[in-house]
């Protein structure tokens, strides 16, 4: 095995591993502050290029704003879904709900998740294992490391590491076609974004609502 795959494979196994054993022991207020840090550090360890400058950023920029739009449409219409509203019915929200759609899903999930898996990751991998072995390298690896999100969560492991997964190649699709992060985040930050928007609405909508009356 090449050094290049054994520090490409060596990368995804230290995202994995940080994901389910340190990240979460960290405390909560410094999170998002660590996972953007060590987002940075990896891309410039690596020598990956963000492409957040012109020409780059325009096309990331067009190409983000369009999935991003897609997807926004995609969980409004499923969140008229009965299952998914039940789901979304039992979904724990944080204290701050400001907070967590300001602070800890831009800069806590969606830079250092881009950064490290589509940038750092993605770059190392395609050296190693070509163009298509560097996507299934870094979508693997970024379904694997929801695994302690999953359980911590109540949700099911495989379903959510094959839907991760699947979303990890599409943004990985997405930064190489631009050649811009500012494509995969945008499609990224509207997952997260929009989800936690309905969520929100649901709950806050549900709690108005009178109880209803018992029989007589």
Not at 10 to 26: E, F, I, Q, T, Y
Not at 59 to 82: F, I, K
């Amino acid at each position: 095995m090449t050094a290049a795959k054994i520090r490409a494979l060596a990368l995804a196994a230290g995202l994995v591993a940080w994901n389910g054993l340190v990240d979460p022991r960290l405390p909560a207020r410094w999170q998002p502050v660590v996972r953007a840090g060590l987002g940075g550090v990896l891309m410039l360890s690596t020598g990956a290029r963000a492409g957040l400058q012109p020409p780059a950023l325009w096309t990331g920029l067009r190409l983000g704003s369009a999935a991003a739009a897609t997807v926004s449409a995609a969980v409004a219409t499923a969140s008229a879904v009965p299952l998914v509203r039940t789901e979304m019915r039992r979904k724990a929200l944080p204290d701050r709900a400001g907070r967590w759609l300001a602070l800890r899903i831009p800069l806590g999930t969606v830079w250092p998740e881009e950064a490290a898996f589509r940038a750092a990751l993605g770059k190392l991998g395609a050296e190693a294992f070509g163009p298509t072995g560097g996507q299934l390298l870094q979508a693997g690896a970024f379904g694997l490391s929801h695994i302690a999100d999953a359980r911590s969560a109540g949700e099911p492991v495989i379903p959510t590491v094959l839907a991760t997964g699947a979303a990890g190649w599409v943004f990985g699709w997405l930064a190489q076609r631009s050649a811009s992060l500012a494509a995969p985040m945008l499609a990224h930050l509207a997952i997260n974004e929009s989800g936690a928007l309905a969520v929100l609405a649901y709950q806050a909508a549900s709690a108005q609502r009178p109880p209803p009356r018992a029989p007589r």
